[in-house]
């Protein structure tokens, strides 16, 4: 799909899309829970449908009303025989792969080409070390074994993504586990969402010195549980405020633990300055806050390795698009250096590399100069409506009936 943005400003209010972090480890709580459980609001977006897919082929039934998602399970995992395809959900896959290994059973897990580059070897090396099966294969990976409670130990500084699917899978075995993060820990504000999913749920794990003790499992219980306000799709409608908008986002948990919260933090910064900074923690800030730099006074961030393992190589696509408008990007190893800029409409159209966020940050800056989007449809990702708000805010974006 191929969007056209024409230069307007964002006014109005809107409601926060429910948090799609929050969701997928609300879903997979309620599946490991023996009852019935709603969850609501759930987007309907990709990834939320590729984790109630998985789940389901491991054994819990949804249905889905509106935005609300009954969960039935009988808490106790198994393979109904079919295909786990993630599409290219990266928490899919490395939360439910470990689920994966309760059951005993040879499972295979499919996804996008992109989804499957993406680094799993910490699991890899799990399953090595304990006489399992883990097998790529063309798009897919296999895997069979059945874990059991002991002390593991994981690199911390590749994705949280891999400690929470271990704490899900462990915390459901009737022993005691330790899970032990070596290195410096990154997106660490993942790993207190995961806890306190979990948590309100029922399971039990205590986070010490040394990283989690997971305490023998007294079941998960079902519940009905209110999905919180996405911190991270929220930064991309509050930027306009700092184009000469006037947009104001509700439902937005004021404890929440969401790491991409820092947004209200650094917007100013970047708005008064040219600051330094630091990205591990909130990756998925990343592209919105480029583009807002680039207009302004320019910025130094660091943290940013983990980029390229993303939707996207997102340091590089945004290199890639903010140039097209006139942008200027030093992507290094660790660090992207964001030049000043004065932008213009870009020549040609933007392509969102399949990014989600490559393309809500660049319609941020189209709503200054104009030009088009071609690959706009990969928002379904994470915001289905994503370009029916910020239409509703005001920003002039039609679909480009030429395409």
Request: glycine content about 8%; hydrophobic content about 40%.
């Amino acid at each position: 799909m191929r969007v056209v943005i024409k230069p307007s400003v964002a006014k109005g209010t809107l409601k926060a899309p429910p948090s799609k972090s929050m969701a997928h480890r609300a879903l997979i709580a309620a599946a490991l829970a023996k009852g019935e459980s709603r969850l609501f609001p759930i987007a309907r977006s990709e990834d939320m449908l590729a984790t109630m897919d998985c789940l389901r082929e491991l054994g819990a039934d949804f249905t889905v009303e509106n935005d609300a998602v009954t969960v039935r399970s009988s808490g106790n995992l198994h393979h109904r025989g079919g295909v786990l395809n993630c599409r290219e959900s990266g928490s899919t896959l490395r939360f439910l792969l470990p689920l994966c290994l309760l059951t005993g059973e040879r499972i295979t897990l499919c996804g996008s080409p992109r989804l499957m580059e993406r680094p799993l070897s910490v699991y890899e090396r799990l399953c090595e070390e304990n006489g399992f099966l883990f097998e790529r294969g063309e798009g897919s990976i296999t895997v069979q074994g059945r874990l059991r409670a002991g002390e593991y130990r994981v690199a911390g500084n590749i994705s949280s993504q891999f400690i929470t699917g271990l704490l899900f899978a462990l915390s459901t075995l009737p022993e005691e586990s330790l899970l032990i993060p070596e290195g410096k820990r990154e997106s660490a504000s993942y790993v207190d969402m995961t806890l306190r999913a979990m948590a309100f749920f029922g399971a039990e794990v205590t986070e010490e010195a040394f990283g989690y003790r997971i305490h023998p499992a007294k079941g998960y219980c079902a519940r009905e549980y209110e999905v919180e306000g996405d911190y991270s799709n929220a930064a991309f409608s509050e930027a306009f405020n700092l184009l000469g908008g006037e947009v104001r986002v509700e439902g937005l948990r004021e404890d929440s633990v969401q790491g991409d919260r820092v947004y209200r933090k650094f917007f100013p910064l970047l708005k008064e300055g040219s600051p330094t900074l630091d990205l591990s923690d909130c990756p998925d800030l990343a592209p919105i806050l480029f583009a807002l730099a680039s207009v302004f006074h320019g910025a130094v961030f660091t943290g940013t390795a983990r980029l390229r393992m993303k939707e996207s190589d997102r340091g590089e696509a945004m290199a890639e698009e903010l140039a097209k408008c006139g942008g200027k990007l030093d992507v290094e190893e660790n660090r992207i250096v964001v030049h000043p800029s004065k932008l213009c409409r870009p020549r040609v159209s933007i392509r969102s590399h399949n990014d989600h966020r490559i393309v809500m940050a660049m319609s941020t800056v189209l709503s200054l100069v104009g030009g088009k989007i071609e690959g706009a449809e990969a928002v379904k990702k994470s915001y289905p409506d994503y370009f029916e708000t910020i239409r509703d805010l005001g920003i002039l974006v039609e679909k480009d009936e030429a395409e």
